[in-house]
């Protein structure tokens, strides 16, 4: 599976962006998707999952409703709708895919996009 991550940028504070991963090769409905995110100087950390059918989602603490993640899987593509933006929210994003549901563990992922930099001022 190739991904593709898109739709980063820069706004501010309170306002929005939605995040784009494109998927090519392997069946893509068959594959669990995540989104990660990594400050300068952190280390990568889980925001949200979704599973092949679309039927569960997990979000970290930090994101719980502000963040929305979804996928249309005629699309080959899973979105992440982030309303609310923080400054802390900073940080290059990064989508991935895997096999199996359940882990926010990123070693647990096989196919990992480029990542988009999403950067929120105060």
């Known amino acids: 599976v190739q991904l593709q991550a898109s739709g980063g940028g820069l706004v501010q504070a309170g306002e929005s962006l939605r995040l784009s991963c494109a998927a090519s090769?392997?069946?893509?409905?068959?594959?669990?998707m995540g989104w990660f995110r990594q400050a300068p100087g952190k280390e990568r950390e889980f925001v949200s999952a979704?599973?092949?059918?679309?039927?569960?989602?997990d979000y970290a603490d930090s994101v719980k409703g502000r963040f929305t993640i979804s996928r249309d899987n005629t699309k080959n593509t899973v979105y992440l709708q982030m309303n609310t933006l923080k400054p802390e929210d900073t940080a290059t994003y990064y989508c991935?895919?895997?096999?199996?549901?359940?882990?926010?563990?990123?070693?647990?992922?096989?196919?990992w996009g480029q990542g988009t930099q999403v950067t929120v001022s105060s």
């Open positions: 090769g392997r069946t893509f409905g068959g594959y669990d």
């Open positions: 991935a895919a895997r096999l199996g549901w359940g882990t926010r563990h990123s070693y647990e992922y096989n196919y």
């Open positions: 979704i599973s092949w059918s679309g039927g569960s989602t």
